[in-house]
C-alpha cells in the first residue's frame, strides 16, 4: 500500500497526470481511433524522415543560386530580410525571401553545409505528410490519412523538391495547411480556421508570389458555397480572410516598396527595381503568356530588342506550344512531366469522380463533399495553369499537385472500399487500379532499361487486383484485403521505384528532375545525366554523370532539337569520363538540322548545346571553384566590399559558396537584369569596392542585353589587368593595364 504525505503539493500529481496522459494521446492517438492508427502514423513519418535523409549531402549546395542568399543570409539581418544573392546587398533573388528564411537560420546556427541547408527542406517534406494526414483522417479514417501520406512521399518530385532549396518545399507545406484550415473551417463556420488559411497563403505568396493564389478561387467558391451558416456571414467572414491575406502577405512587400531604392538590394528578375513588376511581370502574367521580359526564353524577344529565332528558344520549339515544352491539357502526361507527378493522377481523377457520385445527394454541408471539392478543385485549377502556361516551366514545378493527388487517393480507396458491398463501387475501384496499373506500365516503359522487369510486375499484379476488387463484395474480409493490398502495391510500385532511384541520387542546379536516367527527356535544352535536365555549358558548368550525362545530352539534342539548332546534338564528358554518343536521330523534331553542340561539365557531359559560344554554362549552374582560385579571392576580401564580381547569379553563386566572402551577380540570374550599369560599376571599381572580376561565366548570350553585362566585361578587359589561375581568369580591378 502507498500514502501519500500531507506535505506533498496535489499540483505535483495533477502535472503528472498530464505528462502521462500527453504521452498516452501522443501514442495511442485519439481514444476512437483503432490502435494501429497512431503508431502507422509515427512509423510512416519516422520511415518519410529517414529516407528523405539518406544522401542528403550527395546534393551538395544543390542549387547554389539560393545556397548563396541563404549564406548572405546568414551573415547579414539585411540580406536576410531581402533575400540578397550576397551580404553587401547588391541584388536580390528572383522570389520574395520566405523560403530563404528557415534555411539561413539553419546555417546562421550551425555553419555553412548542405545539411544545414537542406535539413528545414526534408522537415517541410515530413511537416507536409502529417497535416496532409491529419486532414484525411479527420473526415474519413486513418486508413485514408495514411495511405494519402504514403503516396505523397512517394511521389517522385516530392521525394525530389523535399531534399532541395527551391522555394516549392514550402509552397507545398503551405498550400497544404490552406486547404486544411478551409476544412476546419467549413465544419462549423468557425472564422479562426478562415483567418489562419488567409495567413497560410500570405506566407505562400512570399513564398512564391502568384502561385501561391491559384487554389484561392475553387476554396473561396467553395466555402461561400457550402459552409454551415448564413450567406452573409460567409461573405464577411471570406472578406475578413482576404483582409488577412493581404496583410500577412503585404507587410514585407510594402516595406521593400517603401524602402529607398538607394540603401536596399537591386529586386532580381525585375527590369525597373520594383518588386510589384516581379510579381505580375516576369513571375506573374508573364509565365502565362510567355511575355517575360528578362527571360531566358519562353516569349521570343529578348531584352534589348534581340529576337530568338524558334530554333534557339528553350525546349525546341517543337509540339505546339511556347519555348518550355508543349502545352495543352496533355503536358502533365507527356514525356517531360509525366514521370515526375502522373503516376497516380488518373486514379485521383476517378476518385475524385467516383467521391462526388458517392455524396451527390448529401446536404450542401456535408463535409465529406466539401473535402472532394477542395482537394479536387485545388488539384483541377494548378493541373490546368500548369498545362496551358506558356511561360518558363520546369518539371520541378508540379510538387505542388502532390499533396491534392494523394489526399484524392486516400479519401477515394477507402470510400469506395467502404461501399464495396455495392457492384458500382466495386467496378470503380477495379477501373482505378486497372488504368493505374496500365499508365504505370506506361511509364516504366519510357526508362526500359531501368528494372525492366518492374513493368510487367506493375501489370500483371495490378491487373490481378482489378479482377479481385471487382468482385470484393461477395470475398471474405481476409482475402478482400489481400486483393487490397496487392492493388495498393501494384500502384505504388512505379513511384516508389522513381523516388528510391531519386534519394540515391545527388542533384545540382537550377532545373532538376527526379527518377533514373532518362526519366523526363523534356524540358529547355538537353541535359546530364542522373535526370537533371541542364543547358550544356563552358567549362565548370556544373556536374553532370561521366558517360550518362555527355550520352542523354548528345542524344537528347537530335531527338527533342537542342538549343540552338533544332538538330543534331553531342555531348562529350570531360575529367569524370566518357565521351557522349552521337544522337540517335538528327533534327528528329525540327525542320532543319542545326549544329552540333558540345558541352562540358565538371564530372561529365551536359552535352547537346553548341552553336552558342560556351552554351549556357554558369546561367542554370555554378562553375567549379578550384582552390588556387578560391584562395586568390580570399587575399585581402576583407578590404572590398565585393572580393569579385561575375556575370549572372549561378557564377557569382559558385565563388561566393567557394570563398563566403561577397561577390556580386551582375545583371542577376539570367545576366538580363540592369543592376548595375556600366556608370555604376565603375563607380563601384573607383571606390574601390570590388577586387576582381571574373571571365566569362553565365547570362543570356555572355551577359548582353539591357543588363549592361557585355559593356562591363569589354571595359574591363580593355582596362584592366588579367590574371589566369588554372583554367579560371580574372581581372585585377585595382590594377589597370598601363
Known sequence: MTTTSPLADPREGVAAA??????????????????????????????????????????????SFYSAAVQAGSQSWKAFFFGSLDAANAITVDKPPAALWPMALSVRLFGLGSWQILLPQVLMGVGTVA???????????????????????????????FRFNNPDALLALLMTVTVYCVLRALEDARTKWLVWAGVAIGFAFLTKTLQAFLILPPLALLYAVCAPTSVRRRLGQLALATGVLIVSGGWWVAAVELWPKSSRPYIGGSQHNSFLELTFGYNGLGRLSGDETGSVGGGAARPGGMELPAGMRPGGGGGGGGGWGATGIGRMFNSEVGSQISWLLPAALLLLIAGLVVT???????????????????????????????????????????????ALVGMGVTVLWEERSRIGAALALAVTVAATAIWSYVLLGRTPDYLPWLRWAVLIGGLAAAVGLALAGRLNRRAALGVAGLGLAASLAGPAAYAVSTLDTGHTGSIVTAGPAGASMGGPGPGGGGGRMRFGGGPGAGPGAGQTGGRAGGQTGGQNGGWPGRGAGQGQGVPGGGTGQPPTAPGQNGGTQGRPGTGTGERGGTGGMGGMGGGMGGLLDGAKVSAEARALLKKNADQYTWAAAAIGSQNAASY?????????AIGGFNGSDPSPTLAQFKKYVADGKIHYFVSGGGGMMGGGGRSGGSAITSWVESSFKKVTVGTATFYDLTSPVG
Open 18 to 63: 498530464g505528462t502521462r496522459a500527453a504521452r498516452n494521446r501522443l501514442w495511442r492517438g485519439r481514444p476512437d481511433d483503432p490502435a494501429w492508427a497512431r503508431p502507422a502514423l509515427l512509423a510512416l513519418l519516422a520511415v518519410t524522415c529517414a529516407a528523405y535523409l539518406w544522401n542528403l549531402s550527395a546534393s551538395g549546395y544543390a542549387n
Open 656 to 664: 561566393q559558396l567557394a570563398t563566403q566572402k561577397p561577390v556580386m
Open 360 to 406: 451527390w445527394k448529401a446536404k450542401r454541408t456535408d463535409t465529406a463533399r466539401g473535402a472532394f471539392l477542395a482537394w479536387g478543385g485545388a488539384l483541377l485549377m494548378t493541373a490546368v495553369i500548369f498545362s496551358f502556361m506558356a511561360g518558363i516551366f520546369h518539371q520541378y514545378y508540379t510538387v505542388a499537385l502532390a499533396p491534392y493527388i494523394a
Open 131 to 161: 497535416v496532409l494526414y491529419a486532414a484525411v483522417r479527420r473526415r474519413f479514417s486513418p486508413a485514408a490519412g495514411l495511405i494519402s501520406g504514403a503516396v505523397l512521399a512517394l511521389t517522385p518530385v516530392a521525394a525530389l523538391m
